[in-house]
């Protein structure tokens, strides 16, 4: 679970909630109509820019990666692959076989080992993997940066719609007020689910992508020299280029 979206989102709401209640009644704050051309208006807009089959997968790995999504430490990943390639060392590729790791791509890759693939099949098939899911995080950081978008338009449309309806009763003053307000809250709205939600998304998936780029990569990196049976020393000493260079000294000293 990552805690800081869920804690974020909860927090900002929280802030705005708490804003409203001192200067007033939160029911003023709410307008199912408005709700309805934001929400509504964002998701239809978005289905236009996207196939219908891929948006449902696209928006639900997009959620997955943003909201449940375990970071995972290069160093934890070079400890593994080190300890895995001393494993094969002193037991060979079988050895593999009952050693359990924690990383589904490292997880994969050794049982290739252990099944005796070749390297060039090992390599391929990782590498496609990666690409693969590298492709759908992609597209669903672009299904949330189309909700973003859409949103504050929505928001601004909402708005028009609204004072529209006022100019057509200002033979009424009493409707003047009340009406406007509501006319605001659709841009309220589509601000809010824009800045909050949606565009945070975005930039959380972008650093998810580099992450797990790097991440993969070192993987498949790891598993091709496992398979080679290079030293486990030699080895480290070579994926230590994928730790931050600020990290490097310490990863040395713990070595």
Do not use: W
């Amino acid at each position: 679970m990552d805690l800081s979206s869920i804690i974020g989102i909860v927090a900002a709401f929280a802030v705005v909630t708490i804003a409203i209640l001192l200067g007033g009644n939160i029911t003023q704050f709410i307008d199912l109509p408005s709700i309805l051309i934001v929400l509504g208006g964002g998701f239809a807009a978005t289905l236009v820019r996207f196939p219908l089959a891929g948006i449902g997968s696209a928006f639900i790995v997009g959620s997955k990666a943003a909201f449940t999504h375990k970071k995972v430490n290069p160093r934890d990943l070079i400890e593994d692959i080190t300890s895995l390639a001393d494993t094969v060392r002193k037991s060979g590729p079988l050895g593999l076989e009952n050693v359990e790791v924690s990383d589904a791509s490292l997880a994969k890759g050794i049982q290739y080992i252990a099944d005796g693939y070749e390297a060039a099949f090992i390599k391929d098939a990782m590498e496609r993997e990666r690409d693969l899911y590298l492709e759908r995080l992609q597209e669903g950081r672009k299904v949330f940066k189309a909700l973003g978008d859409s949103a504050p338009a929505f928001g601004m449309i909402g708005t028009l719609v609204g004072l529209v309806q006022m100019l057509a009763t200002m033979d009424d003053p009493s409707t003047i007020g009340p009406s406007m307000a509501i006319a605001l809250l659709t841009t309220l709205y589509g601000a809010l689910v824009s800045n909050i939600i949606c565009l945070p998304i975005v930039d959380k998936l972008d650093s998810k992508f580099d992450t797990e780029e790097v991440n993969q990569t070192l993987v498949i990196d790891g598993v091709l020299q496992i398979r080679e049976n290079k030293s486990p020393a030699l080895i480290r000493d070579m994926l230590i280029a994928y730790v931050p260079e600020k990290a490097r000294a310490e990863f040395a000293e713990a070595a």
